[in-house]
């Protein structure tokens, strides 16, 4: 009789351990997602041939939480107005000039090295004539540079820190779309 009795108090406690360990995981999983990294799908052509539409992307949303964005960092944020998710590429940096001439990314006068095979910028839009950014902005502009719709434009405009979600770390292709 007392072996029936520990047996099923064993599985007892074998089911109570197992159901602590699932709900462990669950609760990282929701936190991981929430506050850690998420998968975003790229829904445009703004950042080809770096990202092609379609593709899915995992961000890192606390790394912007201890330092800022830097200069060609790849970033999530949403467009003011729609909530949209856009994926651009962070040019200008806050208290920073930005200028487009000639096809040229001016920052505070000076030419910068661009993204090594990307087509220059023809159409300057608002940084046809400098652009002071202030404390948490940031100028960003996509990859195809032709095609784009990024701060040069009033629709999207300099991007503040409160839009960004976070950074891209990496491309996951069209493998988790579905395709």
Known sequence: MKNKKKKSGGLVRSILDTGVFVLAVLLIAFVMSRYVVERVKVHNHSMEHTLEEGDSVIIDKLSYRFRDPARYDVIVFKQKGTGEDLIKRVIGLPFETVQIMDGDIYIDGEIIEDVKGLDAPEYAG?????????????????????????????????????????RMLFKLGRLFNGR
Do not use: H
């Open 126 to 166: 608002l940084a046809e004539r400098p652009v002071q950014l202030s404390v948490g902005e940031y100028f960003v502009i996509g990859d195809n540079r032709k095609e784009s719709i990024d701060s040069r434009y009033d629709e999207v405009g300099m991007v503040t820190s409160t839009r960004i979600k976070g």
